[in-house]
């Protein structure tokens, strides 16, 4: 039997766009971009599809990426297909705009997930680089009631187990749990691979399953929000900065040495 | 849970004394606990408590619940949850202060999971709002570039708080409270994970998170080389060294030199950035830093709206020009 290992992933305004263009409506309490700066996959989901198709480099397994949202560029939403990924399950309603509440979204990719008849290892991303909540990925473990390792750099199975180097503050600590288990993965885990252009064929060819949320088993209760969002401002910055400047480059770096010192800072 | 009352904070305990990151909750806590007009109470989990314990109620706590179980000698996640849970069952809290260390990342939304209620998470301030008795959170979100002011919708309302957001209380020993003793039973079946081994990979010299002065290093440095021209001048001001994301992605340093969303949080006296533009994701580790330096050769680097001061220009003559005269002025 192939190793069944589904990856979770969203998408997200992309974070590297250029600060200028990052704006919110007030009213919406939504941040807004401009048209000509297209959403991405999140980058650690990225990471996550990396540690799946490395598994499935050396072994028989299949990878499904599964995602919610409001709606969906289809063609940013391939890429982890293009990347190597065998299946796309997106869960799209209207009423999914609330992304700030992890509980919401963490019931319905749980629920999409049993739907799919559960997987031998689920690997997602640490955190969504739009709301920053780092919230799901555990939930869904809760809510599974399955094994969770976090902030994977390196992701190994064995028949029965997963063994991942999980980051800690000073290094890494070798974590392992039997499967079925959900790790999440950071950006140490490295670069994730190119889509090839064969991976990109076959992305076009294959047809994503769309789902909505009457299509999953949701009980009211867990439909209930958890979070309100009251607010969402940019906040204020309201340091000046001085310029040293003396008569060249390194000049300049002595009388930054000098204020300091005057500064008592050094 | 119509009789909610009070404040829980997940406190914790290093080598027998009481972290800094409780100091940190129970300074938050004091403070809503007191426009509430409820108590404090905190979780110390683990055996040998009772020293910091003492030190809770001197730093701001009303209630210290030592909740034992040879299980929680060593900090396990599963056990750990399973604790807090029957803590929480048991003291219906109104609201769960907890920190967001390495350990409380994962602590804070499971718990919430498990209790089935939201979770603010990465919370730098939090408030009450009297006339309903809602805790309101601020937090960072989109890396930092914009706050979200959010409040959880179920009781207990759990917050997760950034290490540093808050300074401790000055501790006051004639400050009075109650300990209770609160023995949990653990299945050890519960235990879905475990550790096979640690392998520490601490930075060089002084310890990031307590070095009163720190220098960090960015993408534009070009390399692993130029982060020991940043060693030799930490040595001489005893500074601890940092790097942005980039330059651990690039490989030059490891993820321990990492500051940030997703690196360390510090707040030293002052951050010295070298080659470092000061994207939001970055900031959000250190922008409780008191001066920021920067040294940019883009004037219109990010980074100039945080500093305090900053040099405009090649970082390969700047450093070597201010690491000289740094150590003139010294040495007398
Ligand atoms: C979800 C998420 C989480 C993240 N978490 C973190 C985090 O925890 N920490 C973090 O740091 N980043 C984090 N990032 C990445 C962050 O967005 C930036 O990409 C990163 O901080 C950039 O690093 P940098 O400033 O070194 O590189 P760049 O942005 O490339 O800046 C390099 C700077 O060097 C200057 N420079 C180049 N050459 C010279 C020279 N010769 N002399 C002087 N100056 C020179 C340039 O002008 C430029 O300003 C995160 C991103 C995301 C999306």
Redesign the interface.
């Known amino acids: 039997m192939p190793l069944k290992i589904g990856v979770l992933a969203k998408q997200v305004?992309d974070?590297d766009m250029p600060?200028a263009a990052?704006s919110?409506d007030a009213t919406a309490k939504e941040?807004t971009v401009p048209s000509t700066i297209p959403p991405v996959v999140n980058g650690f989901d990225e990471n996550a599809v990396e540690a799946a198709l490395q598994i499935k480099d050396s072994q028989e397994a299949t990878v499904t990426v599964i995602s919610s949202g409001p709606s969906f560029a289809l063609d940013v939403m391939k890429k982890p297909l293009s990347m190597g990924a065998d299946e796309l399950v997106l869960i799209q309603d209207d009423g999914f705009k609330n992304t700030?509440?992890?509980?919401f979204t963490?019931r319905l990719l749980s629920s999409a997930i049993e739907k799919l008849g559960g997987f031998d290892l689920i690997i997602c991303g640490?955190?969504a680089?739009?709301?920053?909540?780092?919230?799901v990925p555990?939930?869904v473990?809760?809510?599974l009631g399955?094994?969770?390792?976090?902030?994977g750099?390196k992701v190994d199975v064995t028949p029965n187990s997963v063994?991942v180097e999980k980051?800690?503050?000073?290094?890494?600590?070798?974590?392992?749990?039997?499967l079925p288990?959900l790790v999440t993965v950071?950006?140490?885990l490295g670069q994730p691979r190119y889509p090839t252009l064969r991976g990109i064929m076959a992305a076009t060819r294959k047809k994503p399953t769309i789902w909505s949320a009457s299509d999953l088993d949701l009980d009211a209760a867990s439909l209930?929000?958890?979070?309100?969002?009251?607010?969402?401002?940019?906040?204020e910055?309201d340091?000046?900065?001085?310029?040293?400047?003396g008569d060249?480059?390194?000049?300049?770096?002595?009388l930054?040495?000098?204020?300091?010192?005057e500064?008592k800072?050094? | 849970m119509a009789d909610a009352a009070g404040i829980l904070i997940v406190g914790d305990v290093i080598d027998g004394q009481l972290g800094s990151t409780s100091k940190e909750l129970l300074a938050a806590g004091r403070q809503i606990a007191n426009n509430l007009n409820e108590s404090v109470s905190i979780a110390l989990l683990g055996s040998s408590t009772e020293t910091a314990g003492t030190q809770a109620i001197e730093s701001g706590a009303d209630i210290v619940y030592l909740v034992n179980n040879p299980a929680l000698e060593s900090y396990h996640i599963d056990f750990h949850l399973a604790a807090l849970k029957s803590l929480v069952d048991e003291i219906s809290p109104r609201i769960i202060l907890m920190g967001r260390t390495a350990e409380g990342r994962e602590l804070a939304p499971r718990l919430a999971f498990r209790l089935g209620v939201g979770l603010a998470q990465d919370c730098l301030e939090v408030s009450i709002d009297t006339s309903n008795q809602t805790l309101l959170a601020n937090r960072p979100v989109y890396g930092g570039s914009a706050v979200a002011v959010v409040s959880c919708e179920q009781t207990p309302q759990i917050a997760a708080i950034r290490p540093k957001a808050y300074e401790p209380l000055e501790t006051d020993s004639n400050r009075s409270g109650e300990t209770v003793s609160f023995p949990v039973e653990l299945d050890t079946s519960i235990a879905k994970t475990k550790v096979t081994n640690v392998v520490k990979e601490e930075s060089e010299g002084v310890k990031l998170e307590d070095a009163r002065i720190v220098i960090a290093g960015g993408r534009g440095l070009g390399g692993p080389e130029p982060f020991s021209d940043l060693q030799n001048l930490a040595d001489i001001l005893g500074a601890g060294v940092g790097a942005s994301r980039a330059a651990v992605d690039s490989g030059w340093v490891p993820y321990s030199y990492q500051v940030g969303l997703t690196g360390k949080t510090i707040t030293p006296e002052i951050y010295i950035t070298v080659a470092i533009s000061g994207a939001s994701q970055h900031m959000a580790g250190c922008s409780g830093s008191k001066v920021i330096v920067a040294i940019n050769k883009d004037s219109e680097a990010n980074i100039f709206k945080d500093a305090k001061y900053g040099v405009v220009g090649d970082w390969e003559t700047i450093l070597p020009a201010f690491t000289e005269t740094v150590r003139e002025l010294t040495q007398d």
């Open positions: 305004i974070p600060t990052f919110i941040v700030i509440d992890s509980f963490a640490r955190q680089s739009d709301w920053d909540n780092a919230q555990l939930g473990a809760e809510l399955v094994a969770c390792i976090s902030l750099r063994i980051i800690i503050p000073d290094g890494y600590e070798v974590v392992e749990a039997d288990a950071s950006n140490e209930e929000p958890r979070l309100k969002l009251h607010d969402l401002f940019v906040p910055r340091q000046i900065c001085e310029i040293i400047e060249d480059d390194a000049d300049s770096a002595r930054l040495a000098l204020k300091l010192r500064a800072l050094i």
